[in-house]
């Protein structure tokens, strides 16, 4: 039967017809190596930082294959037909299950994250080039491979990946997103999960390290080089910190944010947090090599940059020398950053108000937009 979420905000009704695949053209949560098979969450004030225990990935996709003795022909869905607010969100329990293409595999979705894209399309933003509606929202996925295409050389059935589905963000993205029980994806957008996280951090990763791996790449940035992170605790802000610390050897790191996730700032690798309610970093003397702006303060971004250096402009609009890009989804670049999420040198940060439900979308739709979201908006349990 089809069924209703009830939130916070406006109650998510049914969707009718039926959907089949024809149809179709401060608390946070950081990741540390652990043996645990217990899932610990803590609340604590910014200053203090509590540990997820996650179980090892193999335990974990063990656990969670045994819950799918057969595949169906039809799964759970969180789907909207129209584009709008949060109130066009809807659930629908007779949804096809996707077809596996040659060079895909099915994933059985144990968890899956909201990006500001994801509210972006809903909304209708890129309506030209986003794919026909109806559409089953959601672009990061974190879960366990069921089936794989016969064009598929490396994963196998059992095995724990993660990845941003889409490609192209903007152009043509998938139909059958990762707010479903099961979704299908290319192989080469994915990666083996990380053996130390649990499925909701790995879950709020691949879009948001992608993207801040390729702005930082696209910069040129390199070892010896200074940046200043705008929205230093969002979620691709935080892993631009501790990327440009970690994986490209910056001399100096300073970063934005409110008053209570300095600290946060700080764990991460920043040298320099700036408390943007007291203070207007446009004002510092200091300037920098990269300004990489996640929240769209790109007139701002440019007073603060070296001469010859750049500004990467996530949002908003762009003033010279600033530029934007569009993230190309790769797997490539997960399994490249992958030994530094085993090592905990880099670590997820998933909202403390996180993890929202399958039944509690529409809320967590409602949280990404305001844009104070510390790290990743992630759903877990799927349904």
Known sequence: METTMTTAVPKLTTLHPRISSNSFSLRFSLTFPAKKTALVKHTC???HIPLRVSASSQSQAAAEATKVSSIPSE????VYGEYGGVEVLKFDNKVSVPEVKEDQVLIKVVAAALNPVDAKRRQGKFKATDSPLPTVPGYDVAGVVVKVGNQVKELKEGDAVYGNINEKALEGPKQFGSLAE????????LALKPKNLDFIQAAGLPLAIETAYEGLERTGFSAGKSILVLNGAGGVGSLVIQLAKHVFGASRIAATSSTGKLELLKSLGADLAIDYTKENFEDLPEKFDVVYDAIGQCDKA???VK???SVVALTGAVTPPGFRFVVTSNGNTLKTLN?????GKIKPVVDPKGPFTFSQVAEAFS???TNR???KVVIHPIP
């Open 367 to 369: 949280y990404i937009e």
């Open 302 to 304: 440019v007073k603060v």
């Open 307 to 309: 001469e010859g250096g």
């Open 75 to 78: 799964m759970k869905a969180c």
């Open 182 to 189: 099961y979704t299908a994806v290319e192989e080469k957008l």
């Open 339 to 343: 030994p530094y999420l085993e090592s």
């Open 373 to 375: 979201a510390t790290g």
């Open 45 to 47: 004030s910014p200053s």
